[in-house]
């Protein structure tokens, strides 16, 4: 257990609709990592938020956006869904000088 | 930017040894790391290098580093069919992880 929590573990949903991926870091983490991962273009970095600001932003679509709260937990927010947005959704956390941990990831199907 | 190139895909033969290779753009990386993804699960991490060194030895896995020439590679020794998977290479900047693409590993029995 790496100790980042994702939820839902598989979300099912139609084209157009908005979903949003929860992320809770590691107690202490301050950086929050957004990826997506798709069968034929690995792992893509979509975004990182370090004690609640924005600090890089990856190959995210402007449909897609994310924010840190207080508490340190992050929401990744998914609209106007389509067929190519099916993929697995991983976040991860980091204190300063330590690795990333990954959390099991979120897997979504849109149909 | 950050970038972290790796090649795709790689078949060994089970008990031959793997060797994946990793490229980094990053000059201040502080922390180089090898990650595994296993089929349906997150990362996990394998083992990592400071920077400052040339090597580490952990069991069946050695960690290369050339900083001059930026590359970095795990050697996997007596590939088992367990270890088929993903592996990701990543490098520690200030205050970001960059991710390389990840490289397919196929263990042939």
């Known amino acids: 257990d790496s100790g980042v929590t994702q939820t839902p573990k598989h979300l099912i949903t139609a084209t157009g609709q908005r979903v949003t991926l929860r992320c809770s870091p590691r107690?202490?983490?301050?950086?929050v990592y957004w990826y997506q991962q798709s069968l034929d273009q690995g792992l893509q970095f979509l975004i990182q938020?370090?004690?609640?600001?924005?600090?890089a932003k990856g190959n995210i679509l402007e449909r897609f956006s994310a924010q840190q709260f207080p508490d340190l937990h992050s929401e990744l927010n998914l609209s106007s869904l389509e067929l190519g947005d099916s993929a697995l959704y991983f976040c991860?956390?980091?204190?300063?000088?330590?690795?990333?941990?990954f959390g099991q990831g979120t897997r979504l199907t849109v149909v | 930017g950050e970038d972290v190139e790796q090649s795709l895909f790689l078949s060994v033969r089970e008990g031959d040894s793997s060797v994946i290779n990793c490229t980094y753009t990053?000059?201040?990386?502080?922390?180089l790391y090898w990650y595994k993804q296993e089929p349906g699960a997150g990362l996990q991490l394998l083992t990592y290098?400071?920077?400052?060194?040339d090597m580490k030895q952990d069991q069946r896995l050695t960690v290369l580093l050339n900083k001059k020439d930026k590359h970095l590679s795990l050697r996997i020794a007596d590939t088992q069919t367990g270890d088929s998977a993903i592996y990701f290479c990543?490098?520690?900047?200030?205050?970001?992880?960059?991710f390389g693409t990840g490289t397919k590993l196929q263990v042939i029995p």
């Open positions: 990543a490098e520690k900047g200030y205050q970001k992880v960059t």
């Open positions: 938020y370090y004690n609640g600001e924005e600090r």
């Open positions: 990053d000059s201040s990386s502080t922390y």
């Open positions: 290098i400071f920077s400052n060194m």
């Open positions: 991860a956390s980091s204190a300063m000088n330590t690795e990333a941990f």
């Open positions: 107690s202490g983490d301050l950086s």
